[in-house]
T-cell receptor, first 112, second 116 residues
Framework: DADVTQTPRNRITKTGKRIMLECSQT?????MYWYRQDPGLGLRLIYY???????NKGEISDGYSVSRQAQAKFSLSLESAIPNQTALYFCATSDRDRGGYTFGSGTRLTVV | AQTVTQSQPEMSVQEAETVTLSCTYD???????LFWYKQPPSRQMILVIR??????QNATENRFSVNFQKAAKSFSLKISDSQLGDTAMYFC?????????????FGEGTQLTVNP
């Protein structure tokens, strides 16, 4: 099994719908992240969490929310999806002291 | 805030030849980490190489090496003996030292195509 698992792998949803992207990890890392990838823009940080009780906004958090249900689970929600949220979304974890990252395989989200 | 710039959106190289991907960054910190990640069509993010800013020696991993110029804030990736499997999007990334750091800041990416 993958160290960082994202579900779903692909999703098409309609404008205005609420959608949740899920992420779970078996790395035992405290730190988890959600990034968004757009062509020509690279990956940009949406939210991050350094432990279960610590949630922080990244550079593009508007329109998104997160929940850290446990050390191993970090979900991203789009309360009312809009077409410009169409993107590839990555969850990642990192080691606290050495900073090594492990990425999930991504969720490709299309909002129509 | 840190910024990372990759000025080459696309590059191509012939199989077995050498190619260099460019990356510049901006930071006021003196110690940090720099990374190159590879994203093949499978879209998995794969760590290629990592450089610690306090180390003057350039990092090397098999056919991959970097040219780290700290004063110029430049971090280029050289791929020697290019292979078809090197075809991928390559991202340069910056991280402040953990534990207070840990967030990655990415460049825009460079799409590399290796031609047979």
């Amino acid at each position: 099994d993958a160290d960082v698992t994202q579900t779903p792998r692909n999703r098409i949803t309609k404008t205005g719908k609420r959608i949740m992207l899920e992420c779970s990890q078996t790395k035992g890392h405290d730190r988890m992240y959600w990034y968004r990838q757009d062509p020509g823009l690279g990956l940009r940080l949406i939210y991050y969490s350094f432990d279960v009780k610590d949630i922080n906004k990244g550079e593009i958090s508007d329109g998104y929310s997160v929940s850290r249900q446990a050390q191993a689970k970090f979900s991203l929600s789009l309360e009312s999806a809009i077409p410009n949220q169409t993107a590839l979304y990555f969850c990642a974890t990192s080691d606290r002291d050495r900073g090594g990252y492990t990425f999930g395989s991504g969720t490709r989200l299309t909002v129509v | 805030a840190q910024t990372v710039t990759q000025s080459q959106p696309e590059m191509s190289v012939q199989e077995a030849e050498t190619v260099t991907l460019s990356c510049t960054y901006d930071t006021s910190e003196s110690n940090y980490y720099l990374f190159w990640y590879k994203q093949p069509p499978s879209r998995q993010m794969i760590l290629v190489i990592r450089q610690e800013a306090y180390k003057q020696q350039n990092a090397t991993e098999n056919r991959f090496s970097v040219n780290f110029q700290k004063a110029a804030k430049s971090f280029s990736l050289k791929i020697s003996d290019s292979q078809l499997g090197d075809t991928a999007m390559y991202f340069c990334a910056f991280m402040n030292l953990p534990p207070s750091g840990s967030r990655l800041t990415f460049g825009e990416g460079t799409q590399l195509t290796v031609n047979p």
